[in-house]
């Protein structure tokens, strides 16, 4: 058992799954321990395993594929984390359906930043519905972002969602730009400067609302970083929300399995030691100008939030055996929401937003029945 649990701690975390490409250099420490190519790599895994959940039938992405080429393709993880996915996609949709939704019943402009947000294809599927936001920056390594800006000049799945088609992606500057209102940018997220460039060139505006995503991301920065992030948006004066999946629970024998696992893969979790528990999420948040914070287990969060006709339909998808250790790979995972209305009160926009709110099903919901799928 231990050995499966290891590699299945790796593959969860998004750091490596045993399955590395050959011939891949590590030359990317930083003084402070920081691996830009292992980090650069989860990008891929993350997107792997999205693309496994996807085509196993616990949700539907037909955009997915487009970046399958510049990820490439491995082979299933199984069960354990095809569900580990799902719970992380319900928990982290539902963040945004309630933004989008807090926001347009306010007639508010609304602004997701996704740091660290690697081949996701969320703004496609939102855009596919009419559901996109005013703006949505994606912020990551300058590898990652060359290679998907590539991706998005070649396909034209992706490029025929913008007006300036493939023109919108330049590899030269390795970026993206587009006046729908998606936004590709490299960046540093421990340099906080070098990170508020990169949002005022993409058109971020502090004084309207923000939803930040930051899902696996903020564990592998130094902690002083990590804090710096989280302050640059908390103390915004638009408000927003941050919705946080990471790992916790580094002191069991699990959590230092999981912890020696990814640091010998060059992917440490160097901000794990200074934010190991859901009280420590909230307290981070909280430090950071967030006015309310709620943090719990990802196994909470899939059985109390996950309505059960949902779980009935996911857990009948794939046999599951290793029972125990889904609940505690699940357990060595955290989900947060924190909330900072910069107009106050609970009747505030964003004052109903709950960490607990019902899913019925994943946001964003794959387009209508009938209309037209993304080409592979």
Not at 9 to 17: E, V
Not at 140 to 159: C, N, S, T, W, Y
Not at 161 to 184: D, F, H, I, N
Request: glycine letters at 10%; hydrophobic letters at 45%; charged letters at 25%.
């Amino acid at each position: 058992m231990e050995s499966r649990l290891a590699r299945t701690t790796c593959y969860f975390a998004d750091g490596h799954d045993g399955f590395d490409r050959d011939g891949f250099a590590h030359d990317g420490f930083a003084h402070d321990g920081f691996d830009r190519d292992g980090v650069a790599r989860t990008a891929d895994a993350a997107h792997a395993g999205r693309l496994a959940a996807s085509d196993a039938g616990y949700f539907a992405d037909g955009f997915l594929r487009c970046f399958a080429g510049a990820a490439g393709l491995r082979r299933s993880p199984g069960a354990m984390i095809n569900r580990g996915t799902f719970a992380r996609l319900a928990a982290i949709g539902s963040a945004c359906e309630q933004f989008l939704d807090a926001c347009a019943a306010a007639g508010s402009p609304a602004q997701v930043v996704s740091l660290g947000a690697g081949l996701d294809t969320r703004w496609w599927a939102l855009h596919a519905l009419g559901r996109q936001p005013r703006l949505w920056v994606e912020v990551d390594q300058e590898e990652v972002v060359r290679r998907k800006a590539l991706a998005i000049g070649r396909d034209a799945a992706l490029h025929g969602a913008l007006p300036e088609g493939a023109a919108a992606a330049s590899l030269e500057r390795g970026a993206v730009s587009s006046a729908a209102g998606y936004q590709l940018r490299a960046a540093d997220l421990r340099d906080v400067s070098a990170l508020e460039a990169a949002l005022a060139d993409a058109g971020w505006r502090p004084a309207e609302p923000t939803l930040v995503l930051a899902e696996c991301v903020l564990v592998y920065l130094p902690p002083e970083a990590a804090a710096a992030v989280v302050a640059l948006f908390g103390g915004a004066p638009g408000g927003g929300a941050l919705a946080v999946y990471e790992q916790i629970g580094p002191d069991d024998p699990f959590g230092r399995t999981m912890v020696d696992n990814l640091r010998r893969r060059n992917c440490a979790l160097l901000g794990l030691a200074a934010c190991p528990s859901c009280a420590a999420q909230e307290a981070r948040a909280r430090a950071a100008g967030y006015s309310r914070a709620e943090a719990v287990p990802v196994l909470e969060y899939y059985e109390a939030a996950v309505s059960a006709d949902e779980r009935r339909r996911v857990e009948r998808l794939e046999l599951l055996d290793e029972l125990e250790e889904w609940r505690l790979l699940l357990s060595h995972y955290a989900v947060a929401l924190a909330v900072r209305d910069g107009r106050g009160g609970a009747d505030a926009p964003l004052g109903a937003l709950s960490l607990r709110a019902p899913v019925a099903r994943l946001f964003p919901p794959p387009p209508a029945r009938g209309a037209d799928p993304p080409p592979s």
